[in-house]
């Protein structure tokens, strides 16, 4: 595609309920990323994709977090058991390959967990 | 002790000014780095990178790097209002690719 594509763009969930965010990088984008933006805060890592390496999953906050990307290419983050503190921005991004290149970001999924 | 420190701001210049934006990283194998510009409820888009020591210029906007001292600042010239903005610093390298951003520095551009 022409940029990365995240879907959905709000997603308003009942505490408690599991969700599932989607990324869709950048075609031919080796690399890819999740960060979460809380309100008037910076980027918090979350995780990394690189190829076909194992992910670096440091930045997930709790083991109700988690992430898979299938085929090197579409990414879903999952939350599951949804408190009011995962409400947040959930930011995807998508680079060439490791090294001096930069990464393109998605528009976001703005998550409200009510 | 975080791996990329910015001051929060904001950083009040008036229109025309200079202004001046720094960041501090901890790891000393850092190879590349990047500022971001991000808009009040808007993604963020880069502003330019570097990863040699020295100066990098582009239109308004200037990239400092200094290795040995481990800080990469963002220089922009004639400020306009439509500049204001977070600027986030990122810094790819060292013991892994991952791209880890700082907390941001909040730009106000005063008319």
């Known amino acids: 595609g022409a940029g990365v594509s995240q879907s959905p763009s709000n997603k308003v969930t009942e505490k408690g309920k599991d969700v599932e965010l989607r990324c869709d990088p950048i075609s031919g984008h080796t690399a890819l990323y999740w960060y979460r933006q809380s309100l008037g805060q910076g980027l918090e890592f979350l995780i990394y994709f690189q190829g076909n390496s194992a992910p670096d999953k440091s930045g997930l906050p709790s083991d109700r977090f988690s992430a898979e990307r299938t085929g090197g290419s579409v990414s879903t983050l999952t939350i599951q058991r949804t408190q009011q503190e995962d409400s947040a921005v959930y930011l995807c991004a998508s680079s060439a390959d490791r090294g001096y290149v930069e990464a393109f970001f998605g528009q976001g999924t703005r998550l409200t967990v009510v | 002790q975080k791996e990329v420190e910015q001051n929060s701001g904001p950083l009040s210049v008036p229109e025309g000014a200079i202004a001046s934006l720094n960041c501090t990283y901890s790891d000393r194998g850092s190879q590349s780095f990047f500022w971001y510009r991000q808009y009040s409820g808007k993604s963020p888009e880069l502003i330019m990178f570097?990863?040699?020591?020295g100066d990098k210029e582009d239109g308004r906007f200037t990239a400092q790097l200094n290795k040995a001292s481990q800080y990469v600042s963002l220089l922009i010239r004639d400020s306009q209002p439509s500049d204001s903005a977070t600027y986030l610093c990122a810094v790819r390298g060292g013991s892994s690719y991952k791209l880890i951003f700082g907390s941001g520095t909040r730009l106000l551009v005063r008319p």
């Open positions: 570097i990863y040699s020591n």
